[in-house]
C-alpha cells in the first residue's frame, strides 16, 4: 500500500509568497484601444481608486481565441511588433505559416503600424513549428526549443500561433499540453499571447475553444474575438450597420492578475490590415438614440 506523504515545500504564508511577486505594470500590443481595457487599483485616501493599466498585465499568459478571421493572428503579430520596436526581443512560434510567409506578413503590419522593419528584424525570433513535425508532435523537443531560444536570445515575450495546431486530432490531450505551456511561460518570464481557435459551432462569445474551456481555465486571461453577419432589420437595429455588412465584437471574459472591461466592443480591422478597438455596444446603442 503506498504511503500518503505531505508536501511541506508546497505549504507558504502569503507575505513569503508577496516577496516573490512579481511587479505589475502594463504592456503595450500595438492594438489602438486594447491597452485602455486593463485596469489596477490604488489607494488613496483610504479609497480604492481604479487606474488604467496601459497594457495587458506583465508576465501574463492571454489566450487569444475566436473562429477563423476574427483578427486573432494580427492582435498578435501587432503585439509582437510593438515589443520588437520597443527594443524588448520576441519569440513568435509559427504553428500555422511557414517562418518565411510570417516574415512577408509581419512587413506587412509593420509597414502598416509605421515601424521600420529595421528596428524589429533582429529582435522577432521565429521557430517554425509549422515546417517541423517535430516540433508540432513532441512537446518536450518544442519546450527545449523554445528554453533555448529564450537563453540565446533574451526575449521578453512570446507568441504561438497557434497553440490549436498543437493538439490537432488529439484534443483529449489539450489541457495537459496547454498547463505545459503555461507553465513554461511563467517559468521562463515571458508575458505572452496564445492564439486559439473556436470550431463555428461554439457559441460566438464565450472563451471555449478547440479543447474545450480547459484552454480557458489554465491561461491568465482570454480575450474573445467574434463577428457577425448583419442579416436582419433587429441586426441593424442592435448593430447599427447595415444588411450585409460584417461586424466584428471583442470581449475580455476574465483576467486573474487585473481588473478590466468587461463589456462587449465593436473591433474594426482597417484597410491596411490592422485591428483597433471601439466602442462598447452600449455606446453604439446610445448614440443612435440621441
Known sequence: MNERKVVKESIEVLGDAAKKAPKLFGIPTGVPGLDDLFYTAVIEDGKAKK????????????????????????????????????????????????????????RGRANAMGVEWES????????????????????????????????????????????TGLYEAKEMMARGIVRQLFNFAKKWYQTSMFVSQKRSGHEELTAEAAGGYAVGHIVDCSIVLAKKLIMTKFDENIYGRPIGDVIRLIRIDGCRLCGHDTKTHVMEITETGLVVVGPTLEEIRRGREK
Open 51 to 106: 487606474v488604467p493599466l496601459g497594457g495587458i498585465p506583465s508576465l501574463a499568459v492571454v489566450n487569444l481565441t475566436g473562429v477563423s478571421d476574427t483578427g486573432k493572428s494580427l492582435i498578435a503579430e501587432q503585439f509582437a511588433i510593438t515589443q520588437a520596436a520597443l527594443g524588448y526581443p520576441v519569440l513568435f512560434v509559427t504553428v500555422e505559416s511557414p517562418s518565411a510567409f510570417l516574415a512577408q506578413g509581419l
Open 120 to 163: 524589429i528584424e533582429n529582435n522577432i525570433i521565429i521557430i517554425d513549428a509549422a515546417s517541423n513535425d517535430r516540433l508540432r508532435e513532441d512537446i518536450p523537443t518544442l519546450l527545449n526549443t523554445m528554453a533555448y531560444a529564450i537563453k540565446t536570445y533574451n526575449t521578453k515575450s512570446l507568441v504561438i500561433d497557434s497553440i
